[in-house]
T-cell receptor, first 114, second 107 residues
Framework: GAVVSQHPSRVICKSGTSVKIECRSLDFQATTMFWYRQFPKQSLMLMATSNEGSKATYEQGVEKDKFLINHASLTLSTLTVTSAHPEDSSFYIC??????????FGPGTRLTVT | KNEVEQSPQNLTAQEGEFITINCSYSVGISALHWLQQHPGGGIVSLFMLSSGKKKHGRLIATINIQEKHSSLHITASHPRDSAVYICAADNTDKLIFGTGTRLQVFP
């Protein structure tokens, strides 16, 4: 099946620094990628929808200046958490839409801000 | 009321038991997804349904569009099936997630 990778899988950073997370579709082209956030024992929360070559669409309550999304190619989307704070510590997951309604998920990135 | 409701929230079973997880939704959908999330966090897409029934190994998923209800069945459950199972309604723009069902299968 289609594979989506995320890098890094885990990252620890200091408060005030920025962290970039990459999401790649390895064997297919994805015109749309999604970024989710998940707190412990909670369901996934959609942060933004990323379309190749255009600006991301952010969900209500998600700060676009804090969570920068770039979908530079049909196989790569990046999420940059700027000026990270401890409350940004979370599990970030991306997914990529293959065709129709097929959607494949990355393995996730666990961010810890100290 | 959530747009996607799952039941039960928690489920324990003995190895070999037949398991059913239910999902009801109140939104219009183009498809319904069943996902599996293991303790490590990674999510695996199990099924994508727009009608009828799909089977993959010991897993079966059904959907009734008129009743806005879907079920995920696991036959001959095994401890490795222990995970969180999530249904998600696809309204074309995005997925709307249920709160998940935490399944533990004991040997």
């Amino acid at each position: 099946g289609a594979v989506v990778s995320q890098h890094p899988s885990r990252v620890i950073c200091k408060s005030g620094t920025s962290v970039k997370i990459e999401c790649r579709s390895l064997d297919f082209q994805a015109t749309t990628m999604f970024w989710y956030r998940q707190f412990p024992k909670q369901s996934l929360m959609l942060m933004a929808t990323s379309n190749e070559g255009s600006k991301a669409t952010y969900e209500q309550g998600v700060e676009k200046d804090k969570f920068l999304i770039n979908h530079a190619s049909l196989t790569l989307s990046t999420l940059t958490v700027t000026s990270a704070h401890p409350e940004d510590s979370s599990f970030y997951i991306c997914s990529a839409r293959l065709s129709g309604y097929e959607q494949y998920f990355g393995p996730g990135t666990r961010l810890t801000v100290t | 009321k959530n747009e996607v409701e799952q039941s039960p929230q928690n489920l324990t079973a003995q190895e070999g038991e037949f398991i059913t997880i239910n999902c009801s939704y109140s939104v219009g959908i183009s498809a319904l997804h069943w996902l599996q999330q293991h303790p490590g966090g990674g999510i695996v897409s199990l099924f994508m349904l727009s009608s009828g029934k799909k089977k993959h190994g010991r897993l079966i998923a059904t959907i009734n569009i008129q009743e806005k209800h879907s079920s995920l069945h696991i036959t001959a459950s095994h401890p490795r099936d222990s995970a969180v199972y999530i249904c998600a309604a696809d309204n074309t723009d995005k997925l709307i997630f249920g709160t998940g069902t935490r399944l533990q299968v004991f040997p």
